[in-house]
């Protein structure tokens, strides 16, 4: 399918139905990505809970096969798979992380992180699911190492944002550390060698054609070479850096901004998540989404990225959360203050 020949639409497949509250954030179990295994994603909202979502291969529908209560005692912010998808961290104002582990079909809280001062905004686990990191309205990041018997082990706290911190993300493909902040930026972390601390190697602020308010959102493209952040500036900037140098062991390669894309949202933007074929999505406080895709004009200057589609009124109240599902079709969930999840699939107008 060519992407930009214009005859595309995003159709929604089901809205899914049961949280009571905001639905903050959605995160698909990287462990359905196989043909052979049904998709799963979780779901976390202002209500306390997180429900665990399947589709039915034979009838396509969705339904909600467990809701995880009782363990969080406030709204939970954010949810991440292991990449196995065997664990789910969710993030909670409640100031816990919890680790769930799914036993036979049933979710069990085997692990809860405490340490954060007040609400933690956000998780996220690297690429081989030894280290975790979480981050919050103290204003710190925290990176805990993954130990035997589901126990987690805080190995330092990052310190640097001046203001809450509301979301961490690793790398694809390198433990190196992302985190973005209401204090307009998005800071860099990386260690030297595997036993060495953290540190602060790149701020991406206003000085550096960074974002002028809140970074709400980060993501990275399959690649891991280019990187989206989103704002409360109504900008999304893509970011780009040599990782091959990075891969090789010859240090840390900066992030220099590429091209900055203005004009498509006209309230905050919550939400951008990069799809495996490099159609990037957002979500806002606008209700609507947008994907956009990679330019092929050629053009000598550098990089620049289009407009491919756009949803108006995907939902009735501020989108929060955009996440393309891993595995080949072309599905997208969104989750969204009116306390609803849907599913869309990108394809060809008949």
């Not at 903050?24 to 043909?35: D, E, Q, R």
Request: proline letters at 3%; hydrophobic letters at 35%; glycine letters at 8%.
């Amino acid at each position: 399918m060519e992407l930009l020949d214009g005859n595309l639409e995003l159709k929604e497949i089901q809205k899914l139905q049961g949280h009571t509250d905001r639905v903050w954030s959605l995160a698909w179990n990287p462990a359905t990505a196989a043909a052979d295994v049904p998709k799963v994603f979780a779901s976390c909202s202002g209500d306390k809970t997180v429900r665990i979502w399947e589709e039915s291969p034979s009838t396509r529908s969705w339904d909600c096969k467990a809701v995880l209560e009782e363990t969080h005692t406030r709204t939970v912010r954010s949810c991440a798979w292991s990449p196995s998808g065997r664990l789910l961290a969710t993030a909670s104002f409640d100031a816990t992380t919890a680790i769930w582990e799914n036993v036979g079909g049933d979710f069990e809280c085997v692990s809860t992180l405490e340490g954060h001062e007040n609400e933690v905004k956000s998780v996220s686990w690297n690429a081989s699911g030894s280290l975790l990191a979480t981050c919050g309205r103290d204003k710190t990041v925290w990176i805990w190492e993954v130990m035997p018997g589901n126990e987690f082990e805080c190995i330092q706290v990052l310190q640097g944002h001046t203001q809450d911190v509301k979301m961490v993300e690793w790398h694809p493909t390198m433990d190196i550390l992302f985190s973005c902040s209401y204090d307009n930026t998005v800071k860099v972390w990386w260690s030297d060698d595997a036993d060495g601390d953290w540190s602060c190697v790149q701020t991406l602020g206003e000085s550096s054609n960074g974002h002028s308010s809140t970074v709400w959102s980060l993501a990275f493209n399959a690649k891991g070479d280019k990187l989206v952040t989103c704002s409360d500036d109504l900008t999304m900037k893509i970011w780009e850096a040599d990782i091959v140098r990075m891969q090789s062991g010859d240090g840390y390669a900066p992030w220099n901004h590429l091209c900055t894309l203005s004009g498509y949202h006209d309230r905050t933007i919550f939400s951008v998540h990069w799809s495996r074929e490099g159609i990037i999505a957002s979500g806002a406080a606008d209700d609507a989404v947008r994907l956009f895709v990679e330019s092929k004009d050629g053009s000598m200057n550098g990089s620049s990225y289009q407009l491919l589609l756009k949803k108006e009124k995907a939902h009735d109240m501020d989108i929060n959360s955009v996440q393309w599902c891993p595995g080949e079709k072309r599905l997208l969930a969104s989750a969204s203050d009116d306390g609803t999840i849907k599913i869309w699939e990108l394809g060809t107008l008949p």
